[in-house]
């Protein structure tokens, strides 16, 4: 058995030449495969070993010691084996570990064989790169198999470039069974001084950061080199060292280290070809086949850099700033998969109190930045830092969006357009003119064709940020990740939408209508032209989570799922029912895009959906809302404006007669009293506000059929449980009666739970009622609450085509707890009103918003006509009402709550003949600044714009369903969020 295993060994051997001439050596995984535990067994029971020495040998060499025991087999000494396990026996290493040996102990060992054992142990042990840095032997057996130096043009400043191949054991990073050899790239950086050397001259050390010479009076000028050399080998190996622990996908890793016979040498994988080669038509590899994966590559060889300028290890335990200084395409490499940056030969870590600058040392080519050279007669030096990396990357930038567009012939015509000469000096081909823009560069990139339907307008406008002359208007190389990391989200936004769009225009699905519109506003949020609060919001939301590098991989990778499973579903045949697992992953992919955000951002976006949605006035398209949601937790409130807005809309006829069910008799109204103007009475036993109004005498019999259909929607609609938002209270019926000249709508007390057992029943109080008896005031983040209750429940209504009409303090009420004063025993204060929950009444004036819809005209109580717009109440020709004149009503109301006093009360120094529009200009004028004082400067901002604001957007149109739009998301925008902003827990940080 030896002498087959010596005979494996031997052959083996043979198939492994080394590029060390004359040499050759068993790689790792063949060593392995030759030495197995039977063949180990197999070998020492041949050598007449007793059972319990066998088994003690055994265990020794399995543990490790297979190359030592080869070794011995291969000069025909396997039996002395036992002997280096006897001295070995309590060592805690292994044998293998303390290869290769010293010639002196192998021949206490072995004697006379020492001298084989000496030439063979370096055939077993040849290096295995660990990524840390080893000095070698002058007899190691180098690893390679082969090695070819890259063409000139490929080789470096220091030293020399190759190819080489070697087995993949003996890189730790790429250890595998598999026996292709990988080809790999080494830099070899040799000494050449020698005493032969040429003569002595004075000499300082003039590369950047270098040791100085220690005091030497003449020295070489090889010395010298040999010098530069040696301090570039340790700053890059330090620089690989702290940057090889940050395992950064797009850092060029380094795979090991070494000094041999006096050559310093890296490892690094090698990639199919470098960045300018691809800007030159000569590779195109498929990372470079579409924007999605080009602008992820760019999001990432950013972060590299960001991580270069940014560093903090664990495993150094230290944070430092660093700089590349050498940043172009020669120095970023590309595969199929993406972009790596290299060449860390000029990068520099420095404590952070240091700061990065440093002298500029000729790195970056045309890509170096204006303040690295600054061109004058005597050519002075300038500096480079972090904001030097970013102009550089900027270019880069600038080139590659030139070859997306206009291909490699576009990058070459780019750069005949950058050839200037520098104050008369000397001409080159780079990015600026010194301290003034390049005359060509801008303009030439604001003229590269663009389509809005992918992401390169937003790349853009990075670009045209990044090429600032001034460092120190550059943007941060994080800002520089972030803003990549949005245009990669946004271009794989694009493409995906594209698809749900035509998918939208196959199928007849709401639900996926939906998520396209929240795609849409994703994607509108994303966009730098954005101008939008919300959307800015949900913006800044996105950068939140994409600050985290993972994930912009988990969004990707949702998105991928999706456009498989469109392209999935749109195929022929496929069961409509089988939609429903496309809105699972569009949904699912959205939701997880936006669980970042607030609840404030998601309630704003919800509230633009639902005007969006409701927006038409087509029955059809309303039914398919309200029936499609209806059982939607998100969507719900959606689905029930749906329905109240189709009730608005619907044509006459289609009120049938089941509907006159909530019609009630008069004579089931008992117990009827007022309270604060509210009359309050018993309606089967059950508590119910009674809301009348008296009609016009005059008005014909179309006239009464008109109001019968518009009162039994209105009391269909809030007949149903109130929908969120609304502030109703529940309607039980009505009575409509024409005789009398009357009609009539009842109202169910709300049912709110109380622990105060002494507490009989609530009682309505109204705003108007509460501030005439100088109530004290309540909390002002209670005012707050009240005030935005009050404009969400305005929005609501709008969404579902309704205009209230009659909004003032007196159709605000509030229950308030009675006192039970039949209990004398326990006596109780005066019991409190919850402000926060306000109830919205007076629909005795409402209607649908419909311009064929009859319109009575202002209301005739003159004490509430100052709530009401003097266009409206004073114009002529009279004007139909808008949902801009709620608007302004709701302004005076929150006038009222900033102040704590009734608009009466506010106004009573003027005159009763002062007409409506002075009025109104007295109160923007004089009391909403004093509201800043009170309520703050954003309250106060607010009303004005209820009051004034929004009366300088165009005329709406009723017609126009994107007029209407835009008026309902400017309240959302100036008055809705503006009043979250103010509580607290409503706030952006919610």
């Given at each position: 058995?030896?002498?087959?295993?010596?005979?494996?060994?031997?052959?083996?051997?043979?198939?492994?030449?080394?590029?060390?001439?004359?040499?050759?050596?068993?790689?790792?995984?063949?060593?392995?495969?030759?030495?197995?535990?039977?063949?180990?067994?197999?070998?020492?029971?041949?050598?007449?070993?007793?059972?319990?020495?066998?088994?003690?040998?055994?265990?020794?060499?399995?543990?490790?010691?297979?190359?030592?025991?080869?070794?011995?087999?291969?000069?025909?000494?396997?039996?002395?084996?036992?002997?280096?396990?006897?001295?070995?026996?309590?060592?805690?290493?292994?044998?293998?570990?303390?290869?290769?040996?010293?010639?002196?102990?192998?021949?206490?060992?072995?004697?006379?064989?020492?001298?084989?054992?000496?030439?063979?142990?370096?055939?077993?042990?040849?290096?295995?790169?660990?990524?840390?840095?080893?000095?070698?032997?002058?007899?190691?057996?180098?690893?390679?198999?082969?090695?070819?130096?890259?063409?000139?043009?490929?080789?470096?400043?220091?030293?020399?470039?190759?190819?080489?191949?070697?087995?993949?054991?003996?890189?730790?990073?790429?250890?595998?069974?598999?026996?292709?050899?990988?080809?790999?790239?080494?830099?070899?950086?040799?000494?050449?001084?020698?005493?032969?050397?040429?003569?002595?001259?004075?000499?300082?050390?003039?590369?950047?950061?270098?040791?100085?010479?220690?005091?030497?009076?003449?020295?070489?000028?090889?010395?010298?080199l040999d010098k530069k050399l040696v301090t570039n080998f340790r700053q890059e190996l330090k620089m690989l060292a702290h940057l090889r622990a940050l395992r950064h996908p797009s850092i060029l890793p380094l795979f090991g280290s070494y000094t041999f016979k006096s050559t310093h040498s890296f490892l690094f994988p090698r990639k199919a070809c470098n960045l300018g080669e691809v800007l030159s038509g000569e590779f195109q590899p498929l990372v470079f086949k579409s924007d999605r994966s080009i602008f992820y590559a760019l999001s990432l060889l950013s972060s590299a850099m960001e991580s270069l300028h940014n560093f903090t290890s664990d495993t150094f335990q230290v944070d430092l700033i660093g700089c590349h200084r050498d940043i172009k395409p020669d120095n970023i490499l590309v595969d199929d998969e993406g972009l790596y940056l290299a060449d860390f030969g000029l990068s520099v870590f420095r404590e952070a109190k240091d700061g990065s600058s440093t002298s500029y040392n000729h790195g970056g080519g045309h890509y170096r930045a204006p303040e690295c050279e600054i061109p004058t007669t005597r050519f002075q030096k300038g500096k480079i830092n972090r904001a030097s990396d970013v102009w550089s990357f900027g270019c880069i930038l600038a080139v590659v969006l030139t070859y997306l567009t206009n291909g490699h012939a576009g990058v070459t015509e780019f750069k005949q357009k950058r050839w200037i000469q520098l104050d008369g000096v000397f001409a080159t081909y780079i990015f600026h003119n010194r301290e003034r823009d390049h005359p060509h560069v801008k303009p030439w990139l604001k003229q590269l064709p663009m389509s809005t339907e992918t992401a390169r307008p937003e790349l853009l406008a990075l670009i045209l940020e990044i090429l600032n002359t001034d460092p120190l208007k550059r943007p941060l190389a994080k800002s520089v990740t972030l803003a990549l990391r949005r245009v990669s989200i946004l271009c794989r936004l694009k493409e995906v939408s594209v698809k749900v769009r035509a998918f939208c225009g196959l199928v007849n699905n709401v639900e996926i209508e939906m998520e396209y519109e929240r795609l849409m506003l994703i994607q509108a949020s994303i966009s730098d032209a954005q101008t939008d609060p919300t959307l800015l919001d949900l913006r800044h939301a996105l950068d939140a989570k994409l600050s985290t590098p993972s994930s912009i991989d988990d969004i990707l990778r949702d998105f991928d799922a999706l456009e498989l499973e469109i392209g999935t579903q749109s195929k022929a045949n496929m069961d409509p029912q089988d939609f429903g697992?496309?809105?699972?992953?569009?949904?699912?992919?959205?939701?997880?895009?936006?669980?970042?955000?607030?609840?404030?951002?998601?309630?704003?976006?919800?509230?633009?959906?639902?005007?969006?949605?409701?927006?038409?006035?087509?029955?059809?398209?309303?039914?398919?809302?309200?029936?499609?949601?209806?059982?939607?937790?998100?969507?719900?409130?959606?689905?029930?404006?749906?329905?109240?807005?189709?009730?608005?809309?619907?044509?006459?006829?289609?009120?049938?007669?089941?509907?006159?069910?909530?019609?009630?008799?008069?004579?089931?109204?008992?117990?009827?009293?007022?309270?604060?103007?509210?009359?309050?009475?018993?309606f089967n036993g059950v508590p119910v506000v009674v809301e009348s109004k008296k009609i016009l005498v005059d008005r014909t019999n179309e006239y009464g059929q008109r109001l019968l259909e518009r009162v039994i929607r209105l009391t269909e609609e809030l007949s149903k449980p109130p929908i969120e938002g609304l502030n109703t209270l529940r309607c039980v019926g009505f009575h409509i009666n024409l005789a009398y000249a009357s009609f009539s709508l009842l109202f169910r007390f709300p049912e709110i739970d109380s622990d105060q057992r002494s507490l009989k029943r609530r009682i309505p109080r109204t705003l108007a009622g509460i501030l005439a008896a100088k109530t004290k005031k309540p909390m002002l983040e209670h005012r707050f609450q009240l005030a935005l209750n009050l404009a969400q429940s305005v929005a609501q209504f709008h969404k579902a085509a309704w205009l209230h009409k009659n909004l003032n303090s007196c159709s605000i009420v509030f229950f308030q707890p009675q006192i039970d004063s039949s209990n004398t025993e326990s006596p109780i204060a005066e019991p409190t009103i919850d402000f926060r929950q306000p109830f919205v009444v007076g629909f005795n004036h409402s209607r649908p918003e419909d311009e064929k819809e009859w319109s009575e005209g202002p209301v005739a109580d003159a004490s509430l006509l100052d709530y009401q717009h003097p266009d409206y109440t004073h114009s002529n020709p009279k004007k139909r009402y808008r949902r801009v004149y709620d608007y302004y009503s709701l302004g005076m109301v929150l006038l009222e709550i900033g102040l704590w006093k009734t608009l009466k009360r506010l106004t009573k120094d003027l005159g009763k003949n002062t007409v409506p529009h002075e009025v109104s200009l007295r109160v923007i004028e004089d009391l909403v600044p004093e509201l800043g004082v009170h309520m703050g400067s954003t309250y106060a901002s607010v009303v004005r714009f209820c009051l004034k604001g929004i009366q300088k957007e165009p005329e709406e149109d009723s017609t126009s369903s994107a007029q209407a739009i835009h008026v309902q998301l400017m309240f959302n925008e100036m008055v809705i969020k503006p009043l979250q902003a103010c509580i607290p827990v409503l706030g952006p940080s919610v």
């Open positions: 058995m030896p002498v087959e295993l010596k005979n494996a060994l031997q052959d083996e051997k043979r198939k492994w030449s080394s590029t060390t001439p004359g040499r050759y050596f068993i790689p790792e995984h063949r060593i392995d495969a030759i030495m197995t535990n039977e063949a180990i067994a197999r070998a020492l029971l041949s050598y007449g070993m007793d059972r319990h020495e066998l088994h003690q040998v055994n265990a020794k060499v399995v543990d490790n010691g297979r190359k030592t025991f080869a070794i011995l087999i291969m000069i025909g000494r396997g039996d002395a084996i036992r002997t280096f396990v006897e001295k070995e026996r309590y060592s805690p290493s292994g044998l293998d570990a303390k290869l290769p040996l010293m010639y002196p102990e192998v021949r206490e060992h072995i004697g006379h064989d020492a001298d084989d054992f000496d030439l063979r142990q370096w055939e077993l042990i040849a290096p295995i790169f660990y990524g840390t840095h080893s000095c070698l032997a002058d007899e190691t057996i180098l690893p390679f198999t082969y090695e070819n130096p890259l063409k000139e043009e490929k080789q470096g400043s220091f030293g020399k470039v190759y190819e080489v191949k070697l087995p993949r054991s003996h890189i730790k990073a790429l250890a595998t069974a598999e026996e292709v050899l990988p080809m790999l790239i080494r830099k070899d950086i040799g000494m050449i001084a020698s005493p032969k050397d040429d003569g002595p001259m004075n000499g300082e050390d003039r590369g950047t950061d270098e040791e100085p010479l220690n005091n030497p009076k003449t020295i070489t000028a090889r010395q010298i697992l496309l809105c699972v992953y569009l949904y699912g992919a959205i939701d997880r895009l936006l669980d970042a955000a607030p609840k404030s951002v998601k309630k704003g976006l919800l509230s633009r959906l639902e005007i969006k949605f409701l927006s038409t006035e087509d029955q059809e398209t309303l039914e398919r809302y309200r029936d499609a949601f209806s059982g939607s937790e998100d969507y719900r409130v959606l689905s029930r404006l749906a329905a109240a807005k189709l009730m608005n809309v619907s044509h006459p006829s289609s009120i049938q007669e089941q509907d006159k069910a909530l019609q009630y008799d008069s004579s089931l109204i008992t117990s009827a009293e007022k309270y604060d103007g509210i009359e309050v009475a018993d």
